[in-house]
Structure formats: structure tokens, C-alpha cells
């Protein structure tokens, strides 16, 4: 009951705990079977698979399984490659959005994710009828709030692993047909530039092995349009919505490629107001000489 008055008992002592929780294997093995049953199969990706180093694998998955790949609403990380032919980007972000997108699919697994980050409230069902949802999440507080679905509690990456070897291939099954992507841009240049055009110019310059840390929520729809993500650990995004995130992050990502030997740049998409909030961390960037470029997005 004295601590404050006590000397401190010296270093801290250095620990290391283990992050993976592998699947329940029988339970996976039966998802396995319901997705190779399935006729019309759709994947949901979510920030777990990336964080867990299950990008490769999560590519090889989906391709075996010849399903739809939507990554999950609001991303704090991309699990899956934007420019793949499977990929049909974002889910929605409401109830009744997501829900139009999966009708139609017999069998949606969502690996790594929440059933779903909703934002704003749009009432509606949260699954289409006839519509069978699975989940793989490490996070018991995501299983646990799904309003739908089964849930496995494990790891993405060794989920996938062993989904991989258990799901067969199917050649009866139609490969969903690449989606045409077209960019466009005003006839004339605008002044100032409108947000099409500031990603258009940063798509001209993008070293492919950059990283984009991006807090401009009101320009999400023009970033993936012409920045995708095709690497992994290469996007970061905040996962609770509070504001000045975004540029010191960007510092403490590169810092942390700096520790672990890594050069690349990281560039830092940031609304004017989320910029306000933290912008003494550039002092930082400046103190320490990152590899940094702050793109500051002004309403209009």
C-alpha cells in the first residue's frame, strides 16, 4: 500500500507471449464443406488477414475457390491485392448496402473481419435470404457481436493455410468475369485540383513500393480508384474514427521501417482537418530525417 513511497525494482523484465490462437480444426474442416458445396461463393477480407501475414496464402485461397473478393467495410489494413481479377472492392458501409451486394451468393466466409463495420444507420436485413454467412475472426468480441453467421475463433493466416488444403478445386464452377476498371478525369485541369486529380498525379509518381498511411475519409473512393493496394503491409488506415490519426502514424511507420532495415517511402493522404489536430509530429518526421510526403487534402 506504500508503492509510491518505494524504490522501483529495476528494469522491467522482458516477456514474450505468443499472438496466434490456431482454429478449431473440425469446425473449419466443416466451413471447408460448406464452400465446396457452395455455387455461387463470396469472400469477405478483412484488416486480421494482412496483420497476420496471410496476404499470399489469402490470394492462393481465393483463386482455388474462384469466388468474389470484397475487402471488408472501413479498412484499417488491405488484405487483398486491388487490381487482382477477383477483387470487387469495398463492401458497403451500411446494413442495407452490404446485404444488396451478398445477395445472390449461397455461401459468404468473412475471414479477419467484423460482420460489419456499419457506418452510417441504413435499415435493413442483415443477410439476404438464402444467403449462408461464415466467420473467421482471432478477435472473441467480433465473434461474439456478429447479428448473423457462425463464427471460428483463430488466427487468418492459419485458417487459411489449412481452408487451402481443404477446399477442392471446382471446375464446374464459374469463374466471375474481371470487372473493368476506367479512370477519368476532367476534360480541362482544374483549379485547385479536385481529388480525382491529386490521386491521378500521385499514380504517376508512385514508387511500387511505397506505403500510403491515409486519414481523407471524403476522398476514400478516389484513393482506391487510382492508388490500389497491391502489397502487403503497404496501406494504413485508422480503425476507430477518431480524428488526427493519421500524421503520427505516418511517422511511427517510418520509424518502424527504419528499425527493421526497410526503405521505401511513405506517402500520408491527410484531410486539412485531421492535419490540425497532430501536426506537431512533422517536427518529428524533420527531427529524425523520414522518408515522409504529407498530401494535405483542402475542402473544395
Known sequence: LDDWNKPALGPAVIRTVSHRVAPDEARLFDFAKRLNKAK?????????????????????????????????????????????????GQLPM??????????????VMVIGAQ??????????????????LLQITSDPGLAGAAPVGESILGDSRLALEK??????????????????????????PSSPLTPPEVYASLSAVWPVNSVLVTESTSTMAQQQEWLPTIHSGSF???????????????????????ARGVKRTVVATIGDGSFQYSVQAIWTAVQHDLRIVFVVMRNE
Open 115 to 132: 460482420v460489419f463495420r456499419y457506418y452510417p444507420y441504413v435499415a435493413g436485413d442483415y443477410l439476404p435470404e438464402g444467403t449462408e
Open 40 to 88: 455461387r461463393p463470396m469472400l469477405v477480407f478483412g484488416p486480421e488477414v494482412d496483420r497476420s501475414g496471410g496476404w499470399d496464402v489469402g490470394v492462393a485461397f481465393a483463386e482455388k475457390v474462384q469466388a468474389e473478393v470484397y475487402g471488408a467495410p472501413l479498412p484499417d489494413r488491405v488484405s487483398f491485392p486491388e487490381n487482382h481479377p477477383l477483387y470487387r
Open 236 to 258: 494504413y488506415a485508422t480503425a476507430s474514427g477518431g480524428i488526427g490519426w493519421g500524421v503520427p502514424a505516418a511517422v511511427g511507420v517510418a520509424l518502424g521501417d527504419r
Open 163 to 188: 481452408l487451402l488444403d481443404a477446399v477442392t478445386d471446382a471446375p464446374d464452377r464459374v469463374a466471375p468475369a474481371p470487372v473493368a476498371r476506367k479512370h477519368t478525369l476532367p476534360d480541362i
Open 94 to 107: 451500411t446494413i442495407a448496402g452490404a446485404t444488396d451486394v451478398m445477395r445472390g451468393h449461397d455461401v
